[in-house]
């Protein structure tokens, strides 16, 4: 089992900054990708970001793109991901995920573990 925790949500206001970490613990030698979704009120979880673990190949949606940057410490077990130039529209619980299988997918059902999320909230 792995188990994913979520720090660095909060409140910000448009055009801020904000990182948002995950911290990963149990077996994580058989994590391949980790990666980042978002989940606003009323809609559907969407993919955000990703990031093979060994490679550190990523890859972002299109509304996040030249925004978010996605980066991984592999000596602290943890997946950051930097967000600037935000926008009201990412306000919105987001989530640590990681798989066992090799590649990156924007598919929830890609993922085998789930962080408990967090919440970042714009203020315009």
């Known amino acids: 089992q792995v188990q994913l925790v979520e720090s660095g949500g909060g409140l910000v206001q448009a055009g801020g900054s904000l990182r948002l970490s995950c911290a990963a613990s149990g077996r994580t030698s058989n994590i391949y990708t980790m990666g980042w979704f978002r989940q606003a009120p009323g809609k559907e979880r969407e993919f955000v970001a990703a990031?093979?673990?060994?490679?550190?190949?990523?890859q972002y949606a299109e509304s996040v793109k030249g925004r978010f940057t996605i980066s991984r410490d592999k000596i602290m077990n943890t997946v950051n991901l930097q967000m600037s130039s935000l926008k009201p529209e990412d306000t919105a619980v987001y989530y640590c995920a990681a798989t066992r299988r090799p590649g990156i997918s924007i598919t929830l059902a890609w993922y085998d573990y789930w962080g408990q999320g967090t919440q970042v909230t714009l203020s315009s």
């Open positions: 990031i093979t673990w060994n490679a550190g190949n990523t």
